[in-house]
């Protein structure tokens, strides 16, 4: 007799809009509402030097990052090392192009990015095993690393000189973020080499996310761990993977910050994780991981970087910029954790 209005109920449960959902459409909506505000405040916002040239582009490398997190966020992880890691890989580029001068322009331009790329999948890779393998907390494993690979970084320069890449190479190697193509061949829309980057990592981010079995077995073991090792799939091997191709993330970001500016620091950076985590978690990706998406970090994203363009405009300084970006971090993980309270209390 209980089972007849039960599936009604059910049924009703489906259509109902997921927390993710709404919570995507309000950061879209708020989205919409600051660039309405942005367009009567400002004139050059719409514009397309401001939104593609300038928005999209100093955000890439950002966005190239944030498909690594929310990988590693999925799976129930979390990752405070990229930040260090961009160093590192940042400094990397630049010795390998000064070690590499002497040969041919893009023969030390592939050096420098093979070798930048090992190392920030190395990088990754040891945050993975001591996690997945050695059962470190992921709070306590890489905000350790975050440490050891920003020492690593000021070794590397000497105690924190600033290194620059030589003018045989760097003439090549500046292409990468100073490169670009012109949209319907408009020499008045322009579209910078980093867009296209990170186009080509979020598709393919997507696509393994979404269409491959690795990608079902991340969301598996951040929804349950336990139960996915009991299904038979090795937990280990997929949580270590996704902080692995995190630190491959870290590693084309930083071929493009290097490309950009032509130096690097030990001490650049500082912050980025926090922008990183931010644009994530403001998307809807939840900390315990086990749902999530890469277009919603991509919302997130976009809401972070517009705010961040407009902070000056507004006469915003500097100064007040990071309470910005800590409330608005505060008041969506409190929205999260208050909503999927009443949820669970709402099935009991």
């Known amino acids: ?84 890691s961009t160093a590192v890989c940042s400094v990397v580029a630049v010795l390998l192009l000064r070690a590499a001068g002497g040969q041919a322009p893009w023969l030390a331009v592939g050096l420098a990015i093979a070798g930048t790329a090992l190392v920030g999948t190395l990088l990754g890779g040891v945050n993975g095993v001591l996690i997945s393998c050695v059962g470190v907390n992921p709070f306590v494993t890489t905000l350790s690393t975050m440490l050891v690979f920003r020492g690593i970084a000021l070794i590397l320069t000497h105690g924190g000189q600033t290194l620059g890449a030589p003018d045989s190479a760097y003439g090549a190697f500046r292409g990468i973020y100073w490169g670009s193509i012109h949209l319907l061949g408009s020499r008045a829309m322009p579209i910078k080499v980093p867009i296209l980057i990170f186009l080509g990592v979020f598709v393919l981010s997507f696509c393994l996310l979404r ?25 280990p091997l997929v ?8 630190g491959l993330a870290c590693a084309i970001a930083a071929v493009i910050y290097t490309s950009m500016s032509r130096y690097a620091q030990a001490e650049g950076h500082l912050g980025l994780e926090m922008l990183v985590i931010a644009s994530v978690i403001v998307g809807g990706t939840p900390l315990g991981g086990g749902s999530g998406g ?10 972070l970087s517009v705010i961040e363009n407009l902070l000056p405009q507004f006469g915003v300084q500097t100064e007040y910029h990071n309470i910005v970006r800590g409330l608005i971090i505060l008041v969506v993980v409190t929205i999260d954790v208050l909503v999927r309270g009443r949820g669970k209390k709402a099935r009991r």
């Open 1 to 84: 007799m209980t089972a007849e209005p039960a599936a009604p109920a059910a049924r009703a449960e489906k259509r109902k809009p997921s927390f993710q959902l709404i919570q995507a459409a309000s950061v879209l909506l708020l989205l919409a509402a600051i660039c309405a505000v942005a367009a009567v405040r400002t004139e050059t916002f719409f514009t397309w030097r401001n939104l593609v040239s300038n928005v999209l582009t100093n955000s890439a490398a950002l966005g190239i990052i944030a498909c690594g997190m929310t990988l590693v966020m999925i799976a129930g992880g979390f990752d405070l090392s990229v930040a260090s």
């Open 294 to 303: 890469l277009g919603y970090s991509l919302i997130g994203l976009l809401l």
């Open 239 to 246: 949580k270590a993977a996704t902080y692995t191709l995190t």
């Open 211 to 235: 269409f491959t079995r690795f990608g079902h077995y991340v969301y598996a073991v951040g929804g349950n761990e336990n139960a996915s090792w009991l299904a038979g799939i090795n937990t």
